[in-house]
């Protein structure tokens, strides 16, 4: 209905075992088998659009069409309210941001650290990081944003604290691109919840 609906995207290998099932191959898992996208239901893990695809398919081919028929398909069940789309890296492509802007949807996506992406976090004021008060205490970490062409570049560095600790600890930056307006440390914390799509695909897996 009208409440909003958050939509887990991804990808896996599903491996086989046989050499005359068509379309399985070795991928970069180098296990055999079928390289399948999956879109869940944020909460309730629901699948909701499934394409199958041989082992050596790239993570983004066939992504864009695959994002068109899904909110296609979530429109004719019913779903009228906002759409939030999150995925990892293997999704950012400006073909998929930019369908879901004209379709009315928000999204989440990650970025690698690219040349453009590490030059944009680079600029960013010392004072504009904020700590993660909830970040275990075996690290630390914090949050910040700048903007990455027309999208909001959202960034979480971290680093370890305990023992095993380097002896210059130095940031790891994860980054995702968004087009969210809401408050820094919401859109960071549900981008962060994208990772218990896993578990859906281990159960499809199963």
């Not at 046989?18 to 296990?31: F, I, P």
């Not at 944020?42 to 864009?64: M, Y």
């Not at 453009?116 to 944003?145: N, Q």
């Amino acid at each position: 209905g009208a409440e909003r609906l958050v939509i887990d995207l991804d990808s896996f290998v599903g491996e086989v075992h046989g050499y005359e099932k068509e379309g399985a191959c070795y991928g970069y898992t180098r296990e055999l088998g079928y390289h399948p996208l999956l879109a869940t239901r944020a909460g309730t893990d629901e699948r909701l659009h499934v394409r199958l695809r041989k082992g050596s398919a790239n993570t983004q081919r066939g992504a864009p069409r695959f994002v068109d028929e899904l909110i296609a398909r979530v429109r004719r069940a019913g779903a009228t309210g906002e759409i939030l789309l999150r995925a990892d890296s293997g999704f950012w492509n400006k073909k998929i941001t930019a369908g879901l802007r004209a379709k009315g949807c928000l999204y989440s996506i990650g970025v690698r650290l690219s040349k453009p992406v590490a030059a944009a976090i680079e600029v960013i004021p010392d004072e504009a990081w904020l700590r993660l008060e909830d970040y275990p205490e075996t690290g630390e970490a914090e949050i910040a944003e700048t903007v990455l062409g027309a999208d909001r570049l959202v960034v979480r560095r971290a680093r370890t604290l305990d023992a095993q600790q380097q002896l210059f600890a130095t940031w790891q930056h994860f980054a995702f691109i968004t087009n969210r307006t809401e408050p820094l440390e919401l859109v960071e914390r549900e981008h962060r919840e994208h990772a218990p799509v896993d578990r859906g695909i281990r159960d499809l897996k199963d």
